[in-house]
């Protein structure tokens, strides 16, 4: 960061969207900002002490990240002006960030601390490889007192692991029975840690079709299946079938791993769930989903679900006929 970034910077660090969920003080000191760049002018950064890197595109500064790296532990964060917002530029410059702290500092672990309402700043560190490790209760001291604390972090392996991951749509996609000798197997597919909101964990998933819920007066008949492409684990989809008190089949659960997520598996394994139910005469598929951030309404509605304008414990009900 340079002398000259000092309005840019302190503009978007005084927005109280911006500094909701960042810990200095409000109003934001500028003139503290000005001293530490004057000091800091023609030096190059001490990660050691911590520093904050500029975000540019195309020229124009649009936020920063921060970086301490101390005894192979680094701490990162990310900063962006309201208007940078939604374009991914903290993801990718995050990415860059992690990717040179591995490779040419040294660096053993990555870290990152944030308030556990602050999803978008989750979803970055979900989408650069970041694990979650822990959500901590009253231990950081913020603005306006204790608050509790979410940490996700990284080693080199996982970052690796990251990277490494399949990025291209698979050439096969099939339904797989879950069976005992395999069902741990299955089990291990997990999402991101801010997609939990939205999309049971496998356990659950487990635990509601051994002992299924009762609607409208009957258990709902589960129908489970794993979600095999290119010969890998990958997804997990789950029925209520429908029966004598249920006339349309329930799309129950839908889960894809957080490592194969962006390929097309769940579009994939969802038209072959259609194309099951159409054999069988159906004309239609139930769902519902939960709104807000990362919320999965623009996949479903993109495969063609319409909302039906009933609420189901707390959820938006779609249905798809064809």
Not at 12 to 33: H, I, K, N
Not at 40 to 53: I, K, M, S
Not at 262 to 285: K, N, T
Request: charged letters at 25%; hydrophobic letters at 40%; a negative charge.
């Amino acid at each position: 960061m340079r002398l000259t970034d000092a309005d840019t910077l302190a503009g978007y660090r005084s927005d109280p969207v911006v500094a909701e969920f960042q810990d200095w003080p409000m109003p934001y000191d500028r003139a503290g900002l000005v001293e530490r760049l004057q000091q800091n002018e023609g030096r190059d950064p001490d990660l050691t002490t911590g520093a904050n890197l500029g975000i540019e595109v195309d020229g124009t500064l649009v936020g920063d990240v921060y970086v301490r790296l101390d005894n192979g532990i680094a701490e990162v964060g990310w900063t962006l002006a309201p208007t940078a917002r939604g374009h991914g530029f903290a993801t990718e410059a995050s990415t860059a960030l992690v990717a040179t702290l591995f490779e040419d500092l040294g660096a053993h672990r990555i870290e990152a601390s944030l308030h556990p309402d602050n999803i978008a700043s989750a979803r970055v560190c979900e989408s650069i490889g970041m694990l979650f490790e822990s959500h901590t209760r009253l231990n950081f001291l913020g603005r306006n007192g204790w608050e509790d604390d979410m940490r996700y972090a990284m080693l080199r392996a996982d970052w690796e692991a990251w990277t490494a991951r399949p990025r291209q749509r698979p050439l096969d996609v099939a339904l797989a029975e879950i069976t005992p000798d395999d069902a741990h197997l299955w089990g291990r597919l997990a999402t991101h840690h801010s997609q939990q909101r939205l999309v049971a964990p496998m356990a659950k998933s487990f635990r509601d079709a051994l002992f299924p819920e009762v609607v409208d007066g009957a258990p709902v008949v589960p129908w489970l299946r794993g979600v095999l492409a290119d010969g890998e684990r990958t997804a997990f989809v789950m029925l209520a079938e429908a029966d004598d008190v249920h006339p349309e089949p329930f799309l129950w659960r839908l889960l894809v791993d957080r490592l194969h997520q962006r390929r097309g598996i769940g579009d994939a394994a969802l038209r072959l769930v259609i194309a099951r139910l159409h054999e069988l005469g159906h004309r239609s598929l139930l769902t519902s989903w939960e709104e807000g951030p990362g919320s999965p309404r623009p996949f479903y509605e993109q495969i063609g679900f319409v909302p039906t304008g009933r609420d189901v414990d707390g959820e938006t009900e779609g249905r798809l006929s064809w």
